[in-house]
């Protein structure tokens, strides 16, 4: 029987704002916090005492249990849940246990994170729809940024990426659709900080020195791009 830290009700948080995460670590910690963060409650569930106690208070509710027996995830109500994100590291069995449970008593919509491809495998043959590989998507995010001139890089789906560029002083005063990157490059700018302002961009917008700008297109045309800005970049650096 699962020790409730808090008394809980899972009913009070059945909207469509209502996450579980089970399996407390380092990565199941910094979802929760940053969910509620956002205003979505959170209900944590962790078979170690002390990651429990570490997050009591700072969550909707926290519970000590093994989410690998049926009884627990049915006390607590899990199907009730909008999504249950399994967040489990360490142990592969139990992550595919809890995962075929929660499917099997109809949880709307479950997220697994994956430590490796086998078993991103198994989880997505149970019929899980979102698997998170953490460790190997910060891998190819950080190798983009290595290799090239982006600032950060965010991977849309394979092949489709959007970066954080610094704009060239060059470039400064001159409305986009006079630019026209999309043609040249075959980018699109989305947006624009200023300030520690993000603006949407449109055909009108102009650049000023120092801004920051979202680039989004298929990944190699980004990287071509960012090398392109990098380079105008490094030439008004020399002159000055």
Do not use: C
């Amino acid at each position: 029987m699962a020790k409730l830290r808090n008394p809980f009700d899972p009913t009070t948080i059945g909207s469509a704002s209502s996450v579980a995460v089970i399996g407390l670590g380092r990565f199941g910690t910094a979802l929760a916090l940053e969910l509620m963060a956002h205003g979505t409650e959170v209900l944590g569930i962790d078979d170690q005492e002390d990651a429990v106690q570490a997050l009591s208070g700072q969550l909707t509710g926290v519970v000590t249990g093994d989410a690998t027996k049926p009884e627990l995830i049915e006390q607590l109500g899990l199907a009730e849940f909008d999504r249950v994100v399994v967040a489990i590291g360490t142990d592969v069995t139990a992550s595919i246990l809890v995962t075929s449970q929660l499917l099997r008593v109809g949880v709307k919509e479950v997220w697994a994170k994956a430590v490796d491809e086998r078993h991103a495998l198994i989880l997505d043959q149970l019929g899980v729809e979102h698997v998170v590989r953490p460790e190997a998507d910060m891998g190819r995010r950080l190798a983009h940024m290595v290799r090239g001139a982006m600032e950060d890089f965010l991977e849309i789906e394979p092949g489709y990426a959007a970066v954080r560029l610094e704009a060239p002083a060059s470039i400064a005063t001159v409305p986009l659709r006079e630019l026209a990157l999309q043609a040249k490059h075959g980018i699109g700018i989305g947006a624009v900080k200023r300030g520690g302002e993000w603006m949407v961009a449109n055909p009108e917008t102009r650049f000023e020195p120092g801004d920051t700008v979202l680039v989004h297109g298929r990944t190699g045309k980004l990287e071509a791009f960012a090398s392109h800005w990098a380079k105008l970049r490094a030439a008004e650096r020399k002159k000055h």
